[in-house]
């Protein structure tokens, strides 16, 4: 092939230091047409180039423009580029194409008058984008994208079918590549982002036979712009989606795919690793809630590119937040083995933070927090806070399945150490505020689990649930039943509409409580109306943790309908709520419990004890058919009571504060002859009665 038509090629200059232009086949020293420049005579200038270097009137300034963007003065470059007409070169590169034979051997007369045509058409589309970069630096914005524009939409009146490899030279390919990515930048930097968007979307969905490389900064830069810019930019134009493909709705669905394009490139070994693009991509799919999908982009990613136990600490951290915390700790007890980094701090910290949401997994939770808070040192000791934090969660965790009295108080007292030791730490931080208030409501200081829901509630301006719910659930239990309604009404109040399912169960038990059924009926219902509303709204196919962020399904309002008319003995309508219970989960132990309780009350009280027991092989720790066990045990006679007894004291070993199991055990005491314990029972019972919320306290954890 013949080389380049035209160059500008720098000797070092320990060697020389003189510059020279080629074009045509022949030499020239810039310092002849620089010293014209630098005397002002641009005419002059432009005369030697043409005719030391033969080039016709375009080429000769495209040359002359480039020299003066180089030597930095950017003012006479634009002065030099204002007299380029770009669209007569345009023009003279579409006849040359369109009358370009087929590839023979050897090289044609056609094939040289081709390439000299392109080359002079390459020189006037980069006297362009050196004219638009001129510009863009004397911040003369717009100018510079309209620059860029002209030269794409000439670009694409010649090629409407993308631009052929074989047809276009490789500089040509570059100037037009440079110019494609150029112009969003323009556009962002102009602050205007709607043409900025256009220009993304034109650039990668129009064929420009853009290389890998340059495609991917591309796609990237989109994505960034996508995630931080705060512009909504719509969906694409109809124009431009195919049929069938997948059209993202929003900013954020379009550059999670961007970014899933540009690491599956990776993985095929057609760019570079980037590792910029899996911190976004990793931000964007955490902030959608889908680090199912994120787990799965870490497990394709190639060998060798993380570290293995990076690997599994990044994949950890997106089980726990898609919920599947067993998955989680299992990759987590890998990376913190001794051979591996038993000292890892992150991982330490999450670890003791799954294991503070399972009672069972608390005890290896509280090891992993000792562990955490040992190693918070130097630059890391602000995380001592963190870890006396998740030791405190595990410890309350732990005194729930503790075995003796005096085991559970001496861990819920050494849980409420460690989370006042946080809190020395972050004075600051809300959650720990609201955590601490549980703590003690869980322990029966009800006044100080007032104190802390109200200094939570002003932390947060009243703007999180959770907060107004363990407010009005103190005030339940300290009998204040109309003042924690006030509480809930003020709370809806300031609740979107989606978000009130909570609220709404809670103001239901309370006009329960203040012996209001028809008006906890017509919350019910209401309740119902705004559950399944938000079903039809959201669609059946939604993810776990937005599931489990609505605290209310359609389940648990039948299922409370069904207890309240149970209360009331309104046994068809507990038999109609039973069935739309029953239609959502077949297999419950919620639903034994009532179909036991009608058996009861008919009279049935076999079919009630083996609904109950049903219950509970169902579910082992379902604390409510352990009671009623119990109860019913104690009835049939004195051969039953060790049984009863069996069934009460574990109901309250799973639930130490259950007021039924203690009242129920207190019975099967006296029948069974131990007044002193009955005694202890009953004052127990009648302790808890006064002190009883409407809900458990751990139900808002």
Known sequence: MVEDQSEERSVDADETGVRELYANGICMKTSEVEAKLDEGNIQEAESSLREGLSLNYEEARALLGRLEYQRGNLEGALHVFYGIDLQAALQRLQPSLSEKPFAKKGRTRDDSQHSVSQHATNLVLEAIYLKAKSLQKLGRLNEAANECKSVLDGVENIFQQGIPEVQ???????????????????????????????????????????????????????????????????????????????????????????????????????????????????????????????????????????????????????????????????????????????????????????????????????????????????????????????????????????????????????????????????????????????????????????????????????????????????????????????????????????????????????????????????????????????????????????????????????????NLYSSLSHWKDVELCLAKARALKQYSPELMHIEGAMCQERGQTREALSSYINAVLLEPSYVPCKVLIGALLSKIGVSALPVARTFLSDALRIEPTNRKAWYYLGIVHRNDGRMADATDCFQAASMLGESDPIESFSSIM
Not at 221 to 248: D, M, R, T, Y
Not at 367 to 373: F, L
């Open 168 to 562: 276009v030279d490789g500089r040509l390919q570059e100037t037009v590549s440079q110019v494609v990515e150029l112009l969003p930048e323009l556009w962002k930097q102009a602050e205007n982002y709607q043409e900025a968007v256009s220009a993304y979307r034109r650039a990668l969905l129009n064929q420009w036979s853009l290389d890998n490389d340059c495609c991917a900064r591309i796609q990237k830069a989109f994505a960034v712009f996508l995630l931080h810019s705060g512009v909504e930019s719509g969906p694409p134009s109809l124009g431009s989606q195919i049929e069938g493909s997948f059209v993202p709705k929003n900013n954020l669905e379009e550059a999670i795919l961007l970014l899933m394009i540009l690491v599956r490139k990776s993985d095929l070994g057609k760019i570079k690793w980037d590792p910029s693009v899996m911190e976004h991509l990793t931000f964007a799919l955490s902030l959608s809630s889908q680090t199912s999908i994120l787990a799965k982009q870490f497990e394709e990613i190639l060998p060798g590119v993380f570290h293995r136990v990076d690997r599994w600490n990044n994949l950890a951290l997106c089980y726990s937040g898609a919920g599947q915390n067993r998955a989680a700790l299992n990759l987590l007890q890998k990376s913190l083995h001794k051979h591996e980094r038993p000292d890892d701090l992150m991982a330490l910290l999450l670890a003791a933070k799954i294991c503070s949401k399972d009672s069972h997994l608390a005890a290896e939770g509280v090891g992993y927090a000792h562990r955490a808070i040992n190693n918070a040192k130097g630059i890391d000791g602000h995380l001592k806070g963190v870890g006396l934090r998740v030791l405190g969660l595990c410890l309350g965790k732990q005194a729930k399945v503790s075995s003796s009295d005096f085991e559970r108080s001496h861990l819920q007292s050494e849980a409420l150490k460690s989370l006042d030791g946080s809190i020395s730490f972050e004075q600051c931080n809300p959650e720990l505020i609201f955590e601490l208030g549980v703590q003690y409501a869980e322990q029966w200081n009800l006044n100080a689990a007032l104190h802390y829901a109200k200094k939570y509630i002003d932390a947060t301006g009243g703007s999180i649930l959770k907060g107004w719910r363990l407010l009005a659930l103190v005030l339940s239990a300290q009998q204040r039943f109309s003042e924690a309604e006030v509480v809930t009404d003020a709370a809806l109040d300031e609740t979107a509409k989606w978000e009130q399912g909570p609220l709404l169960r809670l103001k239901a038990k309370l006009k329960i409580s203040q012996s209001e059924p028809t008006d906890a009926i017509e919350t019910y219902r209401y309740l119902l109306a705004l559950v399944q509303a938000q079903r039809k709204s959201f669609g059946p196919v939604r993810s776990a943790s937005e599931v489990e962020d609505d605290k209310v399904n359609e389940f648990e309002v039948w299922y409370g309908l069904a």
